[in-house]
């Protein structure tokens, strides 16, 4: 079985700081896709950005940027110039065919104007 | 704009009442799913469907229920409420296959008193 590790409960970043959020996950298949999704207090939980397992390239969106290492089975989040806005559950994720999406147990982070 | 409706978004609830936690989809989604959060902001699967008149138990025990009578509507049913399934729920749904990851609605937190 899948499993994601967040082994960050809690992160604290000042606002215009970098920031990056931990994420590991264990798979014997090749063929998957990664993501990471923001929970903002009492909001909806939306989709931050994703990464296909055989895309070298590690994704982008903005100021939110993966590094993944597919060997180490990691999957990194990256805020560049962090905003109050940041503030929220990160959430990291593994879906493979034929299975349920696979939800890490989140990471706070805490955003210091 | 959210293309998954949950309602109500708050409900308090005495004891021994049954309520109905709604969910719907304007996407045409196949796949829905029912969430529970606890405290701690950790994701535990309760249902999920994979379409009309299919519905399956996840992997945390609930003594709640699911019905899929249509493809856009996947309601959620406790028979009589009792103050442990005080909660955040999470709707979800997606499409067939694992690249697009899943589309949730604004959750519905219940407090049975």
């Known amino acids: 079985a899948q499993t994601v590790t967040q082994s960050q409960p809690e992160m604290s970043v000042q606002e215009a700081e970098t920031v990056t959020l931990s994420c590991t996950y264990d798979?014997?298949?090749?063929?998957?896709?990664l993501f990471w999704y923001k929970q903002p207090p009492s909001r909806q939980m939306i989709l931050v950005i994703r990464?296909?397992?055989?895309?070298?390239q590690n994704a982008t969106e903005n100021r939110f940027s993966v590094n993944f290492q597919k060997a180490a089975k990691s999957f990194s989040l990256k805020i560049s110039d962090s905003q109050l806005g940041d503030a929220a559950m990160y959430f990291c994720a593994y879906h493979n065919a034929g299975n349920m999406l696979t939800f890490g147990g989140g990471t706070r982070l805490m955003v210091k104007p | 704009e959210a293309d998954i409706y949950q309602t109500p978004r708050y409900l308090v609830i005495g004891t021994g009442k049954k309520i109905t936690l709604e969910c719907s989809q304007t996407?045409?989604?196949?796949?829905m799913y029912w969430y529970q959060q606890d405290p701690g902001m950790e994701l535990h699967l309760i249902h999920y469907?994979?379409?009309?008149?299919?519905?399956e138990k996840g992997d945390l025990s609930s003594e709640s229920t699911v019905s899929r009578i249509r493809t856009e509507h996947f309601p959620l049913t406790l028979e009589s409420a009792r103050p442990s399934h005080t909660s955040q729920y999470l709707c979800?749904?997606?499409?067939?296959?694992?690249?697009?990851?899943?589309?949730f609605g604004s959750g519905t937190r219940l407090t049975v008193v």
């Open positions: 996407m045409g989604h196949d796949k």
């Open positions: 979800a749904s997606s499409v067939r296959g694992f690249q697009e990851g899943y589309t």
């Open positions: 798979t014997s298949e090749s063929d998957y896709y």
């Open positions: 990464q296909e397992a055989y895309k070298q």
């Open positions: 469907s994979y379409g009309v008149n299919s519905t």
